[in-house]
């Protein structure tokens, strides 16, 4: 699966642009510049004897190039039953599953997570799972708090969590609210477009 370079990426999406996108999609997010990113870092970082979670899996693109090239077993999770049907057709192991709600403690030594990062827009919000797959309420940081709040607890003892992040998501404010949650937080990777700068964090306890 080749990643897309998209021009300009989620981070300029106008709900014009959004309409647009969503004239060519269907209900599945397609790989782009911020799962590339993800996925050339998560590769570098997963070793063979990892159990990884790619928590919003999408169309699978991540959690397939990580298997391909570290031979992990990596889990795909995604809300969206379309994206779990996509991630399976790719051969990713594939739960619907919101965050990492129906996991067990522990579960985890490496848990990936492209998130929905862009702050809504009321007058363009849309009902569907393109929706679902870009935005992250008003402040852009819903879904990755939410997901904060419980990712420790899935995390193995000396495990760590790969997240992508924007500045247009607000990244000192992520950082700050990780922290909070008992993590602290290093940047592995950047990567700046016209209208924003994409991140990976690591995120260790
Ligand atoms: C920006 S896309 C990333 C897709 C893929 N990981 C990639 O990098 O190409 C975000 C994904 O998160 C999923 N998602 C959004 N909210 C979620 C939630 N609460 N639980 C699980 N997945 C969620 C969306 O359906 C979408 O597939």
Do not use: I, Q
Not at 105 to 128: E, G, K, Q, S, T
Not at 134 to 163: C, I, K, Q
């Amino acid at each position: 699966m080749e990643a897309r370079v998209r021009t300009p990426g989620r981070m300029s999406m106008s709900g014009d642009d959004l309409a647009g996108r969503r004239g060519v999609e269907t209900d599945v997010y397609d790989p782009a510049e911020d799962s590339r990113l993800l996925a050339d870092v998560a590769c570098e970082a997963v070793s063979e004897s990892d159990l990884v979670a790619d928590v919003g899996t999408g169309s699978g693109y991540v959690a397939a190039t990580v298997t391909a090239e570290t031979s992990a077993r990596v889990l795909g999770t995604d809300l969206n039953p379309h994206a779990c049907r996509r991630a399976r057709d790719a051969g990713v192991e594939a739960v619907r599953a919101n965050l990492v709600a129906p996991f067990r403690a522990d579960a985890f030594d490496v848990v990936l997570f492209n998130p929905p990062y862009l702050p809504a827009d009321a007058a363009a919000a849309r009902d569907d799972w393109m929706e679902v797959a870009l935005t992250g309420g008003e402040t852009g940081r819903e879904v990755v708090e939410a997901f904060l709040d419980d990712v420790g607890r899935v995390l193995s003892p000396d495990g760590y969590v790969l997240l992508l992040v924007s500045t247009l998501t607000g990244v000192d404010e992520v950082v700050d609210y990780a922290g909070e949650r008992g993590f602290s937080t290093v940047a592995l990777a950047d990567e700046s477009f016209p209208f924003e700068t994409l991140s990976v964090l690591k995120l260790v306890r």
